[in-house]
């Protein structure tokens, strides 16, 4: 099992940026997938980066360029840098975890980023 506990998020003003942080409970050497991914109200929930197979990143094509997706092993800490925010970001955003060598997903209880204009 890995817990999953994220911070950062809420009120950002349009054009500005945010910094999510994803802290697991184990060490990320036995984490394959670690990531985050965004549900806006009404939508499925999808990709926004992640890293797999340790230290490849994934990013979601919407992103990039404004996506940054980093690590601290030390830390066991996932981190999610986005700028120039939309209102179009505004979603709940969700870590997730895979342990290597299994196939379930875990995921934290997201954090709500609201975008004013």
């Known amino acids: 099992q890995v817990q999953l506990v994220e911070s950062g998020g809420g009120l950002v003003q349009a054009g500005g940026s945010l910094r999510l942080s994803c802290k697991a409970s184990?060490?990320?050497?036995?984490?394959?997938?670690m990531g985050w991914y965004r549900q806006a109200p009404g939508k499925q929930r999808e990709l926004v980066a992640v890293f797999t197979s340790g230290s490849t990143t994934n990013y979601a094509d919407s992103g990039k360029g404004r996506v940054t997706i980093c690590r601290d092993n030390a830390k066991n800490t996932v981190y999610l840098q986005k700028h120039s925010l939309k209102s179009e970001d505004a979603a709940g955003y969700y870590c997730?975890?895979?342990?290597?060598?299994?196939?379930?997903?875990?995921w934290g209880k997201g954090n709500q980023v609201t975008v004013s204009s």
């Open positions: 184990r060490s990320p050497f036995s984490i394959n997938v």
């Open positions: 997730k975890a895979k342990i290597a060598g299994y196939d379930k997903d875990y």
